[in-house]
C-alpha cells in the first residue's frame, strides 16, 4: 500500500492518552452523538497522523486540537442535516431535531440543531463560548482575530437562534437577550 | 455590516440554553482546564488556575468533570486499538493519494501538447470491443462496469468476468444507473485493507444518470494477492467518503465476528444502493 506516516503506534497511543479524552469529550458535546463522537476522535487523530510534523510543532497541542475537533465536528453537524433535508424531500421518515428546550437534553439538542442551521465561522465562536466557556478574549487570541468582533459574532449568532427559534414557535425559557450585570473582564 | 461602535457586552445568553458556569474574570475556560491537565500552561497560569479551582465551586466542579471524563477515557478505551485503527485510516488515504498521482505523470506525458491530445490519451484507455462488461446490477439501482490496462499494453480493455489481475493492472470504471446520485468506491482487500477507489476528494462524487458514464481517475492495483471486492455506493445525499470507511470497518468488524474471512464483508448499512464486484490478483506472470 501507501508510504507509512512517519509516526509509530506508540507515539500515537500516547497522544491518545494525553488527549483522547479532550477531543472525544468534544466531539460527543457538539455532535451529541456517541457513535459519531467515536467515528470524529478517529477522524481527528487520522488528521494528526497525515499532519504529524505541524502537531509536533505546536507548543499548545490542545489548542490545536480545539480547532481541528470543532470544525470537523460543525461539518459533520451539517453534512447531517443536509442528508436529513435531502432523505426528508424524498419522502423518507428522517425527522429534523426539534429546536425545543425543556431539559438537557432538550437544550444539547437545541444547541445541535442551531449549530446545523447557522453560519459556521458563527458556529465555531458559540461553540468556544457556549461549550467550552471561554471568554472572548481568549477566543479572540485563538482565532486571531480583535475581542471585538468576537463580541459582535456571538451577538449575530444569538439573533439569528432567536429568530430560528421564533420561527419554529419555540419560547426559549429564561428568555434571551444579553446580560449587562455579570461581567467577564475579557 | 460594520462592527458595533463600542465594545459588545461580554456575556450573551444563547437561547434555549442554562446560563454559562463563568462566574467572575478568573473563572477558568474548558481550554484552560485541559491546558492544566495536559501541561500546557506556563507556571503563573498554573499557579492562578489551581489557585482559583480551589476557591469557586463552579470552576472546581468542572475541573473534577473533565478529570473524571480523563480517567474513565483511560481507563475504557483500547488505545492501542484505537491507534491501530487511526495509522490504518491514515494509511489508506496516503495509498488513494498514491494511485493518483500514480496515474497523473502517464496524463502528464502530453505535457506541451493540446487539450485535444490529453482527450486523445485518455481515450486510450477506454474499451476497444463492444464485449459486455462484467458488472454488478442492483434492483432498482446501477452498476459499474470495468475496464482494465495492462502494463504493457497499450489501451484498455473490457474485464471479463473471471479475467484475474496483476500487481500494477490499472482499473477504471463506468457508471450505469438511471438515477443521479453521489458515488463512492472503496475495496477491500485479502489483506482485510479497506482503500478508497474513488473519489480523490473528500466528499462523495456526484454522479448524473447514464451508460458508461467514465468516472474521472483511475486505480492502481497494488501487491496485496488474491480476493477483493470493491463496494460502489451511490447515495442520494451527500456524504464524507470517511463515512462510507467507517461503514465498511464496522461490516468488516461484523463479517470477522461472523468468522467471515477477508475480503468478505456484509451491506454497509448505510441508506444508501450497493453495488459490488469481486476481481482476484495473481502474482504477475514472467512473460504475458
Known amino acids: ?186 | 455590516m460594520t462592527e458595533p461602535p463600542t465594545d459588545p457586552p461580554n456575556d450573551i445568553a444563547l437561547p434555549g440554553a442554562p446560563a454559562r458556569r463563568r462566574l467572575g474574570p478568573g473563572c477558568a475556560s474548558d481550554l484552560t482546564l485541559d491546558q492544566l491537565a495536559t501541561g500546557e500552561l506556563s507556571v503563573a497560569e498554573r499557579a492562578a488556575t489551581l489557585g482559583h479551582i480551589g476557591l469557586c465551586a463552579a470552576c472546581g466542579q468542572a475541573h473534577n468533570r473533565l478529570q473524571e471524563s480523563r480517567a474513565t477515557f483511560a481507563s475504557t478505551a483500547n488505545l492501542a486499538a484505537l491507534a491501530a485503527d487511526a495509522l490504518s485510516r491514515a494509511q489508506a488515504t496516503t495509498s488513494q493519494r498514491r494511485w493518483l498521482f500514480g496515474w497523473a505523470p502517464r496524463l502528464a506525458l502530453p505535457v506541451g501538447l493540446s487539450a485535444a491530445a490529453v482527450v486523445m490519451a485518455l481515450a486510450l484507455l477506454m474499451p476497444s470491443s463492444g464485449v459486455a462488461p462484467p458488472d454488478t446490477r442492483t434492483k432498482g439501482g446501477f452498476s459499474l462496469s470495468t475496464y482494465v490496462k495492462h502494463p504493457d499494453q497499450e489501451s484498455a480493455g473490457t474485464l471479463h468476468l473471471g479475467e484475474p489481475l496483476h500487481p500494477g493492472d490499472r482499473l477504471q470504471f463506468r457508471y450505469n444507473g438511471s438515477d443521479a446520485g453521489f458515488l463512492t468506491v472503496v475495496a477491500v482487500d485479502g489483506a482485510g485493507q479497506i482503500s478508497i477507489y474513488f473519489p480523490p476528494g473528500e466528499t462523495a462524487q456526484k454522479i448524473q444518470p447514464g451508460r458508461d458514464l467514465p468516472l474521472p481517475s483511475a486505480v492502481e492495483l497494488d501487491g496485496t494477492l488474491g480476493r477483493e471486492i470493491i463496494v460502489a455506493v451511490r447515495c442520494a445525499a451527500p456524504i464524507a467518503v470517511s463515512d462510507v470507511v467507517a461503514a465498511a470497518r464496522r461490516a468488516q468488524s461484523l463479517a470477522g465476528n461472523n468468522g467471515r474471512p477477508a475480503p468478505d464483508i456484509g451491506p454497509l448499512g448505510l441508506p444508501c444502493v450497493e453495488a459490488r464486484q469481486e476481481i482476484t490478483k495473481i502474482a504477475q506472470p514472467k512473460t504475458r
Not at chain 1, 35 to 59: H, P
Not at chain 1, 116 to 121: G, I
Request: charge should be positive; aromatic fraction near 6%; hydrophobic fraction near 40%.
Open chain 1, 1 to 186: 500500500m501507501g508510504r507509512p506516516p512517519s509516526v509509530d503506534r506508540a507515539e500515537i497511543e500516547g497522544l491518545y492518552r494525553s488527549y483522547g479524552a479532550l477531543v472525544r469529550r468534544r466531539a460527543r458535546s457538539i455532535l451529541n452523538d456517541d457513535r459519531e463522537a467515536e467515528d470524529a476522535l478517529q477522524e481527528v487523530f487520522v488528521r494528526v497522523i497525515k499532519s504529524v510534523a505541524d502537531f509536533r510543532r505546536q507548543s499548545q497541542p490542545s489548542t490545536w486540537l480545539y480547532r481541528i475537533t470543532t470544525n470537523l465536528c460543525l461539518n459533520r453537524v451539517r453534512d447531517a442535516r443536509r442528508r436529513r433535508a435531502r432523505l426528508a424531500s424524498v419522502g423518507d421518515s428522517a425527522k429534523a431535531i426539534p429546536p425545543t428546550a425543556t431539559g438537557p437534553a432538550e437544550t444539547a439538542a437545541t444547541v445541535h440543531n442551531l449549530l446545523a442551521q447557522l453560519p459556521q465561522d458563527l458556529a465555531e465562536i458559540a461553540v468556544y463560548y457556549f461549550v467550552d466557556e471561554m471568554d472572548q478574549a481568549e477566543i479572540a487570541r485563538l482565532l486571531g482575530v480583535s475581542r471585538r468582533t468576537i463580541g459582535y459574532r456571538l451577538e449575530r449568532f444569538v439573533a439569528q437562534a432567536r429568530q430560528l427559534l421564533a420561527e419554529a414557535g419555540v419560547a426559549p425559557p429564561g428568555g434571551l437577550g444579553v446580560p449587562k450585570t455579570e461581567g467577564e473582564s475579557g
